[in-house]
């Protein structure tokens, strides 16, 4: 029941207060799976996983997160949750986002250092995929 409710004040609890990073990983990911989960952009699911995954004191944006890479390595931003990085980052519906934010996060630091990252956003620029988006727009397109 708590979990339900995180995810279905999804942006708030991430916000609002940064005391979300003291879950644990097992935690985080089962919020990350509610089907309910309800947030005004998958930008903040992003930010989120990476405020997470930092256990940073206030909330990072992903861009930010980029410039940081720009002076910093990932296992100097990450520490110990770097690994958790590629377990949650497939919880972002990357298709639900515009295809000039995937074209910025393609060419972004975040995608340089962070493999999964870099094909995750790839396989969303695709013009393919674009194609069946269109032609498709009702098809659940992630799994």
């Not at 916000?15 to 990911?29: G, I, N, R, S, Y």
């Not at 930008?43 to 930092?54: F, G, N, P, Q, S």
């Not at 990072?60 to 770097?82: A, I, N």
């Not at 996060?105 to 340089?112: F, G, I, P, R, T």
Request: proline share 5%.
């Amino acid at each position: 029941m708590c979990k339900q409710n995180f995810a279905t004040h999804f942006d708030y609890c991430t916000t609002a207060c940064t005391d979300f990073v003291l879950l644990d990983e097992a935690t985080f990911k089962d919020i990350l799976q509610q089907g309910d989960m309800t947030v005004t952009s998958e930008e903040k699911v992003l930010d989120a996983i990476l405020t997470w995954c930092m256990e940073a004191c206030e909330t990072f944006y992903w861009s930010s997160v980029d410039k940081l890479l720009s002076t910093s390595t990932p296992e100097q931003l990450f520490g110990e949750r770097l690994t958790a990085i590629n377990t949650l980052l497939p919880f972002v519906r990357f298709p639900l986002m515009p295809p000039s934010l995937l074209q910025r996060m393609e060419k972004s630091n975040l995608a340089k250092h962070i493999e999964l990252f870099r094909q995750l956003v790839s396989n969303y620029i695709d013009p393919f995929f674009w194609h069946v988006r269109v032609c498709y727009p009702t098809q659940e397109l992630y799994s």
